[in-house]
């Protein structure tokens, strides 16, 4: 079975710091998608990042990026100069192929504190 | 384009009551989804819906949900009757069939049952 495991319920930065987010995934699959999503406070989800297993180039948005290990199974999501507005809970998913159609498996999340 | 749209944003009913939770995918979207997200069990998917049929409800809690697709711009999930322990957000979530990977989230609907 596919699990996603945050290991870091909370985390806390200072603005214009780095903060690195660990998520760790088992499959046996080869071909999958890995995703960062924020939720702040207004719940409403956001994606922020989408990998493809078969690349190995680290995706990139701006100030977001991930450290992709395949072999080791960790998708790790790093925030650089970190914003108030960064303030948010962060889960990591796991797409897996399932019955025809494309399913996400998400972690329990971590919640990030940006403080001034 | 609006986004997914999702009606009420927030509903609270008490225990017993029917409770039907709405939802408009992205126009020309095919596949839509609907998640519970709960603090005990974190986000999981409810059921799935491609070109208006259910393809897959195994995530479906029990005989007391149901989820209808009449139409390609209109989904609804009703619980009845509602008990507390249904109280939750719920995520609808539209994607074009085959680009699963893109799967865009309406706003959620926090549910109450008292």
């Known amino acids: 079975a596919q699990t996603v495991t945050q290991s870091q319920p909370e985390m806390s930065v200072q603005e214009a710091e780095t903060v690195t987010l660990s998520c760790t995934y088992d499959?046996?699959?080869?071909?999958?998608?890995l995703f960062w999503y924020k939720q702040p406070p207004s719940r409403q989800m956001i994606l922020v990042i989408r990998q493809e297993a078969y690349k190995q180039q680290n995706a990139t948005e701006n100030r977001f990026s991930v450290n992709f290990q395949k072999a080791a199974k960790s998708f790790s999501l790093k925030i650089s100069d970190s914003q108030l507005g960064d303030t948010a809970m962060y889960f990591c998913?796991?797409?897996?192929?399932?019955?025809?159609?494309?399913?996400?498996?998400f972690g329990a999340g971590t919640r990030l504190a940006v403080h001034p | 384009d609006a986004g997914v749209i999702q009606s009420p944003r927030h509903e609270v009913t008490e225990m017993g009551q029917e409770v039907t939770l709405r939802c408009k995918p992205i126009?020309?979207?095919?596949?839509l989804f609907w998640y519970r997200q709960t603090m005990m069990r974190g986000l999981e998917l409810l059921i799935y819906?491609?070109?208006?049929?259910?393809?897959?409800d195994s995530g479906m809690p029990e005989d007391r949900f149901s989820a209808k697709m009449p139409n390609a711009s209109f989904s609804t999930l009703k619980i009845q009757p509602s008990e507390p322990r249904d109280s939750a957000v719920y995520f609808c979530?539209?994607?074009?069939?085959?680009?699963?990977?893109?799967?865009?989230f309406g706003p959620g609907t926090r549910l109450t049952v008292t």
């Open positions: 499959t046996s699959e080869n071909n999958y998608y």
């Open positions: 819906f491609n070109n208006n049929v259910p393809i897959d």
């Open positions: 126009s020309g979207h095919n596949s």
């Open positions: 979530a539209s994607s074009l069939y085959g680009r699963d990977y893109e799967q865009y």
């Open positions: 998913a796991f797409m897996k192929r399932a019955g025809g159609y494309n399913k996400l498996i």
